[in-house]
């Protein structure tokens, strides 16, 4: 049954919905700072696993502030070190989270390495598609991980 033969049948039988309005909110749901961040850092998770060089799993909070601080503009210069916040590395392991239970990442149990799967490429590579906001701010994330990844083998501290 399609959508329209749904309601056309639905008005044929005159149903209604009750819908009271009264109660708690499900304590399930997210809020609107959530609903913001949390597909922000999720896409950016993906852009810094994706690749070859994968991220570990304890560095991930830190990796994603740096991505985001050398990427958007309102964090450049900020007196905040964002690379350090613990509630973003709180939203960084939800967003993780949800990831890994919707199969777009998995992490290797003997390197705590975290890869994107083929599911999650295949999210990342369509959100990244042509030239919208999104897919120029991902791009940026994704040089801005290369970046960091370089600065550090240059320091030796990459394995």
Not at 22 to 27: E, K, Q, V, Y
Request: net charge neutral.
């Amino acid at each position: 049954m399609s959508a329209a033969e749904f309601f056309s049948e639905a008005k044929r039988l005159n149903l209604k919905l009750k819908v009271s309005g009264a109660g708690p909110s499900p304590a399930h749901t997210l809020d609107n700072e959530a609903l913001f961040q949390l597909p922000l850092l999720a896409m950016t998770i993906l852009a810094i696993s994706k690749g070859l060089s994968k991220p570990e799993l304890p560095e991930i909070g830190r990796l994603v502030g740096e991505c985001l601080e050398r990427t958007v503009a309102g964090f450049k210069g900020s007196s905040q070190d964002i690379g350090w916040s613990g509630n973003l590395r709180i939203r960084t392991i939800k967003a993780l989270t949800f990831l890994e239970s919707t199969g777009q990442v998995t992490i290797d149990e003997a390197t705590r390495r975290i890869s994107a799967t083929d599911l999650g490429k295949k999210v990342y590579n369509g959100a990244i598609d042509g030239e919208s906001l999104l897919a120029v701010s991902m791009k940026t994330i994704e040089l801005s991980y290369q970046y960091i990844r370089d600065e550090a083998q240059a320091r030796g501290e990459v394995k």
